[in-house]
């Protein structure tokens, strides 16, 4: 990540925090210790932030609080052509008249192209997703009540929601902060909270992440890889982490990221 992304993340979860730890900041970014600390002490300087033992906080922190994790703007073009491969890959998996849950993220976002001819009826707490949808397709698009958390781009509240409890679906297709043995990370409490009732309320769990988010990791576990119907990929993957995946019984489908670099070409 370039230091301007760096610093976007680091502002974004100084906001979103009462204090942001630098271990969480070397998380949500992938860098190290030294990296961060460096950040902090630029931006503080620049009087961006306040730098405080072991952290930081904002100068002026929002009444409403944020997400932990990289803003939805940083995250967009990261991968870029691996996460189109696979939310097209994903798509294939859709049928007209079958329901299904698309999960807010990054590269769950990119699946909107490939939907617009289709009819069925899609629930999701992206508002970007929906955004879309709706202005683009004649698919059928319900949202959770909940606030807008503006740098992800999602919609989530701590209470739940009728809705979502009352809406089935045949898939559901999530991105995710990391994978590994342990299951699926996320790096947000809330996110999780609200990830959770939406798995509940689908057949198969699809799992979008490109061969990065296999080094990814969080202290926050969403499930086990037990949850997950099939894992969509991208040729990068890991000899280690196909053998992962198969132990466990989830079906490994690798995106062909060179077909769908000659159809953005055309």
Do not use: W
């Amino acid at each position: 990540m370039h230091e301007t992304e760096r610093h976007r993340v680091i502002l974004a979860a100084a906001q979103s925090h009462p204090v942001v730890t630098v271990a969480e900041l070397c998380e949500v970014t992938g860098s190290s210790e030294a990296t961060i600390r460096r950040d902090i002490a630029a931006l503080d300087e620049q009087g961006r932030l306040r730098r405080v033992r072991g952290g930081a906080e904002a100068i002026n922190p929002p009444a409403q609080g944020g997400l932990m994790g990289r803003p939805f703007s940083v995250n967009e073009m990261i991968n870029i052509a691996q996460k189109r491969a696979i939310a097209r890959a994903a798509a294939d998996m859709c049928r007209d008249g079958e329901p299904i849950i698309i999960n807010g993220g990054t590269t769950t976002y990119q699946m909107v192209h490939y939907l617009t001819g289709r009819r069925t009826s899609v629930f999701t707490n992206s508002f970007a997703i929906a955004e879309f949808l709706i202005h683009n397709s004649r698919n059928s698009v319900v949202i959770p009540g909940g606030t807008v958390y503006r740098e992800q781009n999602v919609i989530l509240s701590p209470f739940g929601g009728v809705v979502a409890s009352h809406f089935y679906a045949k898939r559901m297709f999530i991105g995710c902060q990391g994978i590994g043995a342990h299951g699926l990370m996320e790096a947000d409490p809330m996110v999780v909270q609200s990830e959770l009732a939406l798995i509940g309320q689908a057949d198969e769990l699809i799992v979008l992440a490109d061969s990065s988010k296999f080094s990814g990791r969080s202290s926050l576990i969403l499930c086990g890889l037990d949850r997950i119907a099939a894992v969509i990929t991208d040729s990068g993957i890991r000899d280690e982490d196909r053998q992962m995946l198969e132990t466990a019984g989830v079906k490994l489908i690798v995106a062909d990221t060179t077909a769908q670099a000659e159809t953005t070409a055309a």
